[in-house]
C-alpha cells in the first residue's frame, strides 16, 4: 500500500516562487506515474502536472505550462513541484497522486489514479 504525504503549501505573494514535495512510501516512485491535482475553493480538482517514472515523460496543464516543473529524486522517494510567478488563481488545496505503471502513458484524468495524499495548501495573496 504506497501512502503519500505532500508538504510545502503556504501563503505567498503574487510572483512568488514555491516548492512542493510528495513523499511516497510503501513502494518506489519510480515504477508509478506521479501527478499533481488542485482543488480551489467551490471548484472540482482538475489536473496540474504528470510524470512517468523516473521523469522520462511529463505534461502539464496548460494554466501551468511555463510556470510549474515536476520532478522527482528516486533516492528521496520524493516529487516536486516547483511553482514560479505564482498568481491569486493558483490558490488551492494541491493533491499528490500516483498509478503503478512501468509504461509511458500519462493522464490527466482523476479517476486512473490509485493513490492520493491528503492535500497541501497553497495560498497566493495579490
Known amino acids: 500500500q504506497v501512502q503519500l504525504v505532500e508538504s510545502g503549501g503556504r501563503l505567498v505573494q503574487d510572483g512568488d516562487s514555491l516548492r512542493l514535495s510528495c513523499v511516497a512510501s510503501g513502494g518506489s516512485f519510480s515504477t508509478y506515474v506521479m501527478a499533481w491535482f488542485r482543488q480551489a475553493p467551490g471548484k472540482e480538482r482538475e489536473f496540474v502536472a504528470c510524470m512517468t517514472r523516473l521523469g522520462s515523460n511529463t505534461l502539464y496543464a496548460e494554466s501551468v505550462k511555463g510556470r510549474f516543473t515536476i520532478s522527482g529524486d528516486t533516492a528521496k522517494n520524493t516529487v516536486y513541484l516547483q511553482m514560479n510567478s505564482l498568481k491569486p488563481e493558483d490558490t488551492a488545496v494541491y493533491y499528490c497522486?500516483?498509478?503503478?505503471?512501468?509504461?509511458?502513458?500519462?493522464?490527466?484524468?482523476?479517476?486512473?489514479?490509485?493513490?492520493w495524499g491528503q492535500g497541501t495548501q497553497v495560498t497566493v495573496s495579490s
Open positions: 497522486a500516483a498509478k503503478p505503471s512501468r509504461g509511458t502513458v500519462l493522464s490527466v484524468v482523476e479517476a486512473w489514479y490509485d493513490y
